[in-house]
């Protein structure tokens, strides 16, 4: 059974770092991505990249700030975000499949999502 378990979200303020992770068991993907979605608002592309590296592509509202990791030793994919703005206030979702893609059908399976809220 596979399972996708974020971590790591929390309350920061404008300006500050954080680090969310994603925990990946039960199979083997080619590519990871991270989607967010704020209230009231559809779910929107954040980033990609391929398990074992590769090409990487960005929401323009976040390159230059945030970058997709992995450590294939832990199974683990990570979003590291920096100078979060309050328009980054969402839950961000780790998702997993087998194309390079930005839409959210590209994905078969998903985690249960973290929350981060950024105060001004």
């Known amino acids: 059974q596979v399972q996708l378990v974020e971590s790591g979200g929390g309350l920061v303020q404008a300006g500050d770092s954080l680090r969310v992770s994603c925990v990946v068991s039960?199979?083997?993907?080619?590519?990871m991505a991270w989607f967010r979605q704020a209230p009231g608002k559809d779910r929107e592309f954040v980033a990609v990249?391929?398990?074992?590296?590769?090409?990487?592509r960005y929401a323009d509202s976040v390159n230059g700030r945030f970058t997709i990791s992995t450590d294939n030793a832990k199974n683990t994919v990570f979003l590291q975000m920096n100078s979060l703005k309050r328009d980054d206030t969402a839950v961000y979702y780790c998702?997993?499949?087998?194309?390079?893609?930005?839409?959210?059908?590209?994905?078969?399976?998903w985690g249960q999502g973290t929350q981060v809220t950024v105060s001004s």
């Open positions: 039960g199979g083997t993907f080619g590519y």
């Open positions: 990249r391929g398990w074992h590296g590769g090409t990487t």
């Open positions: 998702a997993a499949g087998t194309t390079f893609a930005i839409t959210r059908r590209a994905y078969d399976y």
